[in-house]
């Protein structure tokens, strides 16, 4: 029997069950004395005659049987805590003293509200760096249009789904250490390998093995100890397609970002791209909706022309929330205001989508300023009364974080939108 396999030799638990069964007979005698049940008869019959002769009265055996009761639970008491000793010594050695920390902090985690955040890029993942800290209720929907850089490659070379946006948020929502997010961020110099990161590269390793992407993601989550999963919002091999104001068209997610057009039009190839279902049930059980932070038209919008997705968000009675970028996308967003970019969502999703807009009033320091400016980009205009007109309710602050990038601060981020939830729930 594998139940034996805890006596063997050097697992130091052999003492603890014996300490536990001497404790558990003491507890029984004890209780019998006090209780006049022969739980163990030959044994109380001696007890019950050595303190008749002691004593003559039954205080004695009342206060025998106290002791032995305290005696026998402090045994136990003992056994019990000797036992998770020694199993966490043998696991966990130098994270022991840890481990009530993280099993606290777990269970507060679990109890989080369920938060889905839908978008790509490097924006999504900044989310979910802050939101992990609140909620282990984490379903991060995931654009799968990609055909740039390392993703585009392997998408290209294997069939497979661009790993890269789903690589950074998986590790966004990973609970390892900072040296394995690292190596799972390098990015090969030379060679063959140049451009692609370690981590893509393990996703397409998985991804053969397994012979399924979603169920490679799932891997590569396991191994990072992630808080919350990763989908990609469909697993059909979709590309991006965009129709610009004077009628000319571009095709890939690249090309998009780069055409410095304005978009009339955006589409999926092929158009019938089938969200899963798994996405479609996120959506419908969630507590609150998140869209962005990202690039407008090449990792948020491209999530809502999956069939399936607006339908969803317009029946889930969650707030949803868009998470407005800081500065304009040269080249995508060009002078766009906080409304233009609420108006191109519900454009390509149903009028009056949207709850709330969330968006940074921080002002951007001068040389950043400048340097933003040089290569077309500026800060998202807050335009109120529009956005009144839209029927959206605008929350402003502080989220600028103070590195020499101008993008939000994932713990300010984050602190606003569980504020925002715990307002919502509380009307």
């Known amino acids: 029997m594998r139940v034996l396999k805890w006596l063997y030799p050097g697992l130091r638990v052999k003492r603890y069950v014996f300490l536990a069964t001497a404790g558990i007979g003491f507890g ?32 004695l055996y009342y206060a025998t049987g106290m002791l032995l009761l305290g005696f026998g639970f402090a045994l136990v008491v003992v056994a019990i805590k000797g036992v998770v000793h020694s199993i966490l010594e043998a696991i966990t050695p130098e994270r022991e003293s840890e481990l009530i920390d993280v099993l606290y902090r777990r269970r507060q985690l679990k109890n989080g ?34 055909d740039g850089g390392s993703s585009g490659r392997l998408r290209g070379e294997m069939g497979m789904l661009p790993p890269g946006d789903i690589r950074n948020c998986v590790l966004a929502l990973a609970d390892t250490e900072p040296l394995l997010e690292r190596l799972f961020q390098y990015r090969f110099k030379d060679g063959e390998l140049g451009g692609h990161s370690f981590g893509n590269l393990l996703i397409a390793a998985m991804t053969s093995v397994t012979g399924d992407f979603q169920l490679a993601i799932k891997e590569f989550s396991k191994v990072l100890a992630v808080r919350g999963r990763v989908l990609p919002v469909t697993t059909a091999d979709v590309r991006l397609r965009a129709e610009l104001e004077d009628g000319s068209v571009v095709e890939g997610e690249t090309n998009v970002s780069l055409c410095g057009g304005k978009v009339r039009s955006l589409s999926l190839i ?31 919008i491209p999530n809502l022309l999956v069939r399936g997705i607006a339908g969803a968000l317009a029946a889930t009675s969650a707030p949803k929330v868009y998470i407005c970028n800081v500065m304009t996308q040269p080249g995508e967003t060009d ?20 709850d709330y807009v969330v968006i940074n009033s921080a002002r951007v320091r001068p040389h950043l300023l400048s340097k933003y400016a040089a290569a077309g980009s500026v800060p998202v205009t807050i335009d109120f009364p529009r956005l009144r007109q839209l029927g959206v309710h605008t929350v402003t602050e502080d989220l600028l974080d103070k590195g020499d990038a101008v993008r939000h601060d994932p713990d300010k981020l984050a602190r606003r939108v569980i504020q925002l939830i715990s307002s919502v729930k509380k009307k």
């Not at 369920?114 to 654009?143: E, F, H, P, W």
């Not at 998140?290 to 038209?297: C, D, E, I, N, R």
């Not at 002078?335 to 949207?354: D, K, M, N, Y």
């Open 335 to 354: 002078g766009f205001t906080a409304a233009e970019h609420v108006s191109a969502i519900e454009r390509f999703s149903s009028p009056r989508l949207l």
């Open 113 to 146: 509200p369920y938060i889905v955040a839908i978008g790509g890029g490097s924006g999504l993942s900044v989310l979910l760096r802050g939101i992990k800290r609140y909620t282990s209720n984490i379903t991060a929907i995931v654009t799968v249009s990609d």
């Open 270 to 300: 092929p158009s019938d791209a089938e969200a899963l279902p798994e996405v479609l049930k996120a959506i419908a059980e969630a507590d609150v909706v998140l869209l962005g932070p990202g690039s407008l038209y090449t990792s948020v």
């Open 28 to 59: 029984m005698v004890g209780a019998a004395l006090l209780w006049g049940r022969q739980l163990l008869r030959v044994l109380e019959r001696q007890l019950q005659m050595y303190l008749g002769a002691f004593a003559g009265t039954t205080v």
